[in-house]
């Protein structure tokens, strides 16, 4: 491969004191990595939390070979008024879904709220599954793949919905996870969603009421625990994943495709 068409994951996380500020993560060309740097950087000492004493910035050498090129899941929307409503209409999907104990979901959901990572729950036992509940299992090295696009600077401002499908579509395609809850911790973002490779990613308007900052998520699983589960942790925490958005023209090709 030519030199300066590496990838290198960049991730940034931004503390001061015991309170996080901001954390964000890239997949990027090695020609690219000084300026998602800065503005990784930048987000960082910018954010309305407050200026951090502490930013991490960690840059990585990626294999091309290991990455994993998935379809973004295919997006809906669903208006709803408030949080029971919003509520009502999880509940529903789950049901769609044919799982057994919607309710009790729904209410382990809350365990999540504050936590940095997600809970792993087995939808049918409703046995959390995270080797470290405090913290919950975290889905990292991902990013949109923006070659092709013209999309080159959405990363210093969050982008809430960009970060949650890229996080969703890698999540929803490991085969033993079923189903996918979130919703924000940010105060003033009241959207959430449940994302499956059955329904895709359905966004519910009005999940919790503004100011909240109660916020979490929750990866459903079925399979067997001895076999499936640490493959399943594996693939969440370490597989590198590049999200192609519908629309984008993509210039990488695999070998004997014509371009
Ligand atoms: N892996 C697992 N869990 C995570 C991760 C991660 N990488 N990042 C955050 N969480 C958990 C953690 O418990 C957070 O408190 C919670 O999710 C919420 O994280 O279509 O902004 O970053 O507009 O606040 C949804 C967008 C945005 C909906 C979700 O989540 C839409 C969002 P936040
Ligand atoms: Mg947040």
């Not at 210093?156 to 490991?174: D, G, R, S, W, Y």
């Not at 594996?234 to 192609?244: A, S």
């Amino acid at each position: 491969m030519a030199e300066g068409m590496k990838r290198y994951s960049l991730k940034m996380r931004a503390s001061k004191g015991d309170l996080h500020i901001s954390g964000a993560e890239k997949i990027v060309r090695e020609g690219e990595l000084e300026a998602y740097c800065a503005r990784l950087l930048q987000r960082a000492m910018k954010h309305s939390k407050g200026k951090p004493d502490m930013v991490n910035l960690k840059v990585e050498e990626l294999d091309e070979g290991d990455i994993l090129f998935l379809q973004a899941l295919p997006v809906s929307t669903v208006q709803t008024a408030d949080a029971a409503e919003g509520m009502e209409q999880v509940r529903h999907f789950l049901d769609r879904l044919g799982l057994a104990h919607t309710s009790e979901i729904l209410s382990i959901w809350q365990e999540s709220y504050g936590m940095r990572g997600a809970i792993l729950l087995d939808a049918d036992t409703l046995e959390r599954l995270e080797p470290d509940q405090e913290r919950g299992v975290r889905a990292t090295y991902m990013d949109r793949d923006t070659e092709g696009s013209r999309l080159q600077d959405t990363c210093i401002a969050k982008n809430h919905f960009n970060e949650a499908l890229v996080l969703a579509t890698k999540v929803v395609n490991h085969p033993n996870i079923l189903a996918e809850l979130c919703i924000s911790d940010d105060p003033d973002y009241v959207t959430g969603y449940i994302a499956s490779k059955e329904l895709g990613y359905v966004r519910i308007t009005c999940l919790k009421e503004m100011g909240s900052s109660n916020g979490g998520r929750v990866f459903l699983f079925r399979g067997n625990h001895q076999e499936e589960l640490s493959g399943c942790i594996d693939y969440l925490q370490k597989k590198k994943v590049l999200v192609q958005w519908p629309g984008d023209i993509h210039l990488t090709k695999r070998s004997g495709e014509k371009g």
